[in-house]
Structures are given as C-alpha cells and as structure tokens.
C-alpha cells in the first residue's frame, strides 16, 4: 500500500505515519528525516540542504525528488511506503506522478491532516524546546506556515481531482488521530 500523509509542519504526519507503518507493515519516507541525516553527517547534499532547512524554506525540487526517486527503488519499500512531507509542492507531485508510472506503482490514498496554525504554532514551539531542532525557531516556523499554504495547500485540490485524497482532523490525541487514519484507510 502506497500512501501520502500531507498537512503543514507540526500537523503529526511523522509520529502517525510510525503509528500506521507497524500497522500496516509499511516502510516511511521522510524527506526531513533523509535532510537533517545527511546535515548531520555533512554530506554534499547535507550542506547544501543546510541553509534551506535553517530558515524554514523548501530545498529545490530536483534534490528532493532525486532522493526519493532513488529510495523508493530499495528493496524495503516493495511491501509499500508512507510518504511524509513529499510531495510539497505542484512540481514535486507532478515529477512522483511519473516516477510512480514508470513503475507501475499505484498511490491509494493522500491523508490531509487538518490542524489550525494556532495549534500547529504551539505544537512547533513546544518541540523546539524538547528536540532542539534548528528549525523550529520563530521565524522559521512562520516561514514553513507561510510555504505551506503558497506551495503545499495547491496539491489538495490536485489529490482531490484524483480522488484520493481523505481528511483527517488531526485535533485530538495520537492514539484518537491513528483511529482516524485507520478509519479512512480501512487498516
Ligand atoms: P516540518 O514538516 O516540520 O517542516 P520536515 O522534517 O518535513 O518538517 O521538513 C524539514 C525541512 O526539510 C523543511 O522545512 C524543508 O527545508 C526540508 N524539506 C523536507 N521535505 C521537503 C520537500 N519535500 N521539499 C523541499 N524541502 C523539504
């Protein structure tokens, strides 16, 4: 099973799609995650994804896409994969579209989780202070809001055209959110 768990930054994409990956048997992509380990390692794509990430802007399209490109071609991800925080913007999805029909892989469902900025807000603050990421400062924060609804809002439309798209109010407690989720995907 293929699926796509988009929502703004702090939305819980990633601590749902960990939920539903044990369920499911599934495998996650995080984009942010494959990001912030090759800023840590200091790999060329690290450092040049660095700067990007600190002020809370998007890393161009043809670096992301090339990462998941090559990652959906590994051997784990043949029973299925959860994309978090991919595809981000029209061009992004545009570009999954053909790598997905290149290779006769079927996307099921695109998961919306709906949080107001309010909460996302409060959300991103609080995780700065536990995890320390870099990102998660004021003003990077108030850019990765602001991106969202330019860059990433556009693609609800475009999963709702495809019909594939499910929404799912991610107001409420993990395990509330994960019944959510596993109401409307069926697992
Ligand atoms: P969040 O959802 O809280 O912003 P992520 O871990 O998904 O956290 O992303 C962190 C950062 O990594 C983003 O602000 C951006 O700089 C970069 N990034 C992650 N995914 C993408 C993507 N698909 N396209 C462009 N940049 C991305």
């Given amino acids: 099973m293929q699926l796509i768990f988009l929502g703004p930054p702090g939305a819980g994409k990633g601590t749902q799609a960990k939920i539903f990956l ?4 599934i495998v996650q992509i995080s984009t942010g995650d ?13 450092l040049k994804a660095k700067s990007f990430m ?11 896409i090339g990462i998941i490109e090559q990652r959906i071609q590994e051997e784990d991800c043949k029973k299925g994969f959860i994309l978090d925080g991919f595809p981000r913007t029209l061009e992004q999805a545009k570009a999954l579209d ?13 998961i919306n989780f709906n949080v107001p900025d ?15 990421r870099s990102d998660d400062n004021p003003e990077s924060i108030k ?14 439309n475009y999963y709702e055209e495809k019909k594939i798209l499910r929404h799912v109010d991610g107001v409420g407690t993990t395990d509330e959110i994960a019944e959510r989720v596993k109401a409307v995907v069926g697992v």
């Fill in 143 to 156: 850019n990765r809001l602001q991106i969202f609804k330019d860059k990433t809002q556009p693609l609800i």
């Fill in 98 to 110: 053909e790598i997905l029909a290149k290779r006769n892989i079927k996307m099921e469902h695109v």
């Fill in 22 to 25: 044990e369920r499911a048997g």
């Fill in 34 to 46: 494959i990001l912030r380990a090759s800023v840590s390692k200091g790999t060329p794509l690290g």
């Fill in 54 to 64: 600190d002020q809370g802007a998007l890393v161009p399209d043809d670096v992301v």
């Fill in 118 to 132: 309010e909460e996302l807000i409060k959300r991103l603050l609080g995780r700065a202070s536990q995890e320390g």
